[in-house]
């Protein structure tokens, strides 16, 4: 069970922190990810963290957006800085049982509920 929080409304420029706490993974191997998905478009992904710490990030919120994780908690974080209306979407965490990130939505099997980023002009 993923269980996300942290959204809300931000004016351009501003920063919001999304957490994702998982539950019940028994995997010792987990990646989790941050994906999004805005009104009249596909979901799409935005960042991405292993087990070890590796990353990836979309190129759109590369060098403004940042995720972590504390693995003791099983949370997994996304700092999102210079926050832009484009930015406006639902965000979801997912977490896949694997050892490398990947970008593919299909790969994750866990998926918690969305938080809702309104980030106004």
């Known amino acids: 069970q993923l269980q996300a929080s942290g959204g809300g409304l931000v004016q351009a420029g501003g920063s919001l922190r999304l957490s994702c706490a998982a539950s019940g993974l028994t995997s010792s191997n987990i ?7 805005a009104p009249g478009k596909e979901r799409e992904f935005v960042a991405a963290i292993s087990r070890s710490g ?15 994780r504390d693995n003791p908690k ?3 974080y996304l700092r999102m800085n210079s926050l832009k ?3 406006t ?3 979801s965490c997912a977490a896949a049982d694997r050892a490398s990130v990947t970008t593919s939505a299909g790969a994750y099997r ?10 106004s002009s």
């Open 31 to 37: 990646v989790m990810a941050w994906f999004r998905q």
């Open 54 to 68: 590796n990353t990836r990030s979309a190129d759109s919120v590369r060098g403004r957006f940042a995720i972590s």
């Open 74 to 76: 099983n949370t997994v």
């Open 85 to 87: 209306p484009e930015d």
């Open 89 to 91: 979407a639902v965000y």
């Open 110 to 119: 866990y998926w918690g509920q969305g938080t809702q980023v309104t980030v």
